[in-house]
């Protein structure tokens, strides 16, 4: 079953059992070790998972943290547990602080069964940090989250990689929840600094009061702007990439071309059109490879043709990057996950499977007219 999956059922019987989990240890039973089992550590292997693992701290002995996830003999990640009905309060993040002090596990999680949060030691070393590097809720997953979640299962765990992350995680986060604090309502720092961006005139009480609203109301729209313009990219770009290129009339408009500024052609993404075009260079001229960028991927095409592509870049997100390949029918087929450029290479049959398809249908067109 894969990540994904296991989360929402944990959310389903969250969800469903809520007013049934009513002490810690059910809560542990039914939410939290099924999450560890889900990251893919053995729950009943005490080589792995230590339940009541003792952490001694200073002069008090025999500190047990609910749970530490083991490797090579010593704790790489610590989980302090509560019932599902509390609230996760600076009180329970101070314990998980003691445990985490006294041991050389580098990841400390807080968690009540249906909200995690992650702690590192980014501020300073081996003393955790106030502020949760990563948090959500089971009942509300994304794919982003999965995502960061992944490097947390067991063949995936490397510290050097999660702590490079872990920085623009935790930042980003508090920011991403700044602004929304500032939506909702908006400080009067925050509005004076917006007001300063727009307005010379001298900043009274009564136009401290009348650019709040205005703040406000420019957040929301920009906000509400920003999701239509990608919504109607995404319908666009879905409705080309499901509708098969041979049904499509020659004459069809093109997409409207998108905003320029919003449109970044990263180094890896040139790097991706010439691996594509080193692997089909023998059954085709590379002059007729183009590399078409949007904002939300980079398409690879042949002819300069959107009905005609090859290959498509999902790189946007440096740290997790996939490529998507067209079956015989042109459409999209699930994305791939690659670790750099390179893989390209091993997914060389997936690009002359699509460029013979083309090149088939051609040579069909030029037999037909030599019969006529």
Known sequence: ??????????????????????????????????????????????????????????????????????????????????WSGEDLDVSKESQLMRYFNATPAKIGILTNGHEYRFYTDLDQDNIMDMMPFLQFSVCDISEPIVRELKRFTKSAFKIEEIASTASELK??????SYLMEQLQEPSEDFVRHMALQVFTGRLTENAREKFKIITKKAFTQFISDRVSDRLASALSEEKAANTPADSQEDSAPETPAEPKSRIVTTQDEIDGYNAVKAILRSKVDVKRITLKDTINYCNVILDGSIRKPLCRFYFNNANNKFIAFFDTSRKEMPKVHVETVDDIYLHADKLDAILDVYLSSEAGKVQETETE
């Open 171 to 176: 930042y980003t986060g508090a920011m991403k």
């Open 1 to 82: 079953m894969e990540l994904i999956d296991s989360i929402r059922q944990i959310a389903k019987v969250y969800t469903e059992r809520r007013d049934i989990i009513q002490t810690e240890e059910a809560t542990k039973n039914a939410l939290i070790m099924p999450f560890i089992s889900a990251l893919g550590y053995n729950v009943f292997d005490p080589s792995e998972v230590v339940p009541e693992f003792t952490a001694d701290v200073g002069i008090k002995k025999g500190e047990k943290v609910d749970y530490a996830i083991i490797r090579d003999g010593k704790p790489i990640m610590l989980i302090e547990a509560k």
